[in-house]
């Protein structure tokens, strides 16, 4: 596609609960990274895929998160157990190769609400 | 612990007059830093760049200004316009433990707000 699409655009789930987020990259890019943002701050890195393997996850909080990349596409961003203090916008975006010498796209984000 | 921030959370200026936006860094080894502008209901969207080399860069409407003697970065956009109301956050681009690959270190963003 021409942009990064992340579904669902909103998400509200019960605490304890599981859930997963998406993140279809821009068509080629081969680097994709998770970050969250949580209300009035800027976002803050999770995790990055080259290809399909998970290169950095040096962000993910605690082991409640997992992302996968299986084909070096499409990701999904897993939360288990679901906690109030997960409540955030969760934001994707991907990069041509991952270098310095080309930006991000971002997406528009998840927001998840967690009750 | 090192850090990315911003002077100043909320700035309001006249529609056309021009704005600045500072930030603060204090990661010394930082070589690339880049601008963001966030609408409401948005992610991130790219303004500008600028890597250690430089200390002035322009853009459309948008200037962006490195002193690394202070660590201090800016964003100077000019003739502002209703659009430009947003958050702005700057970015510090900070090696990945893979070679070649890199993060964003984002600081916590200034609300602009353009007025009529």
């Known amino acids: 596609g021409a942009g990064v699409s992340q579904t669902p655009s909103n998400k509200v789930t019960e605490k304890g609960k599981y859930v997963e987020l998406r993140c279809d990259p821009i068509?080629?890019?081969?680097?994709l990274y998770w970050y969250r943002q949580s209300l009035g701050q800027g976002p803050e890195f999770l995790i990055y895929?080259?290809?399909?393997?998970?290169?950095?996850d040096s962000g993910l909080p605690n082991d409640r998160f997992f992302a996968v990349r299986p084909e070096g596409s499409v990701s999904t961003l897993k939360i288990q157990r679901t906690e109030r203090g997960d409540s955030a916008v969760y934001l994707c975006?991907?990069?041509?190769?991952?270098?310095?010498?080309?930006?991000?796209?971002f997406g528009s984000g998840t927001r998840l609400t967690v009750v | 612990g090192e850090s990315v921030g911003l002077h100043l959370p909320t700035l309001s200026v006249q529609e056309g007059d021009n704005s600045i936006i500072n930030c603060a860094y204090s990661?010394?080894?930082?070589?690339?830093f880049i601008w963001y502008k966030q609408e409401s209901g948005k992610g991130p969207q790219f303004i500008i760049d600028?890597?250690?080399?430089?200390d002035k860069r322009q853009g459309q409407r948008v200037t962006v200004l490195l002193n690394k003697t202070v660590k201090h970065l800016s964003l100077q956009i000019a003739a502002t316009q209703p659009g430009d109301s947003a958050v702005y956050f700057c970015?510090?681009?900070?090696?990945?433990?893979?070679?070649?690959?890199?993060?964003?270190?984002f600081g916590q963003g200034t609300r602009l707000t353009i007025n009529p």
């Open positions: 975006a991907s990069s041509l190769t991952g270098g310095t010498n080309y930006g991000y796209t």
């Open positions: 068509s080629g890019h081969t680097a």
């Open positions: 895929f080259q290809g399909t393997g998970a290169a950095d």
């Open positions: 990661n010394s080894a930082s070589d690339y």
């Open positions: 600028i890597r250690s080399n430089m």
């Open positions: 970015a510090e681009n900070r090696p990945s433990t893979i070679q070649g690959a890199q993060k964003l270190v």
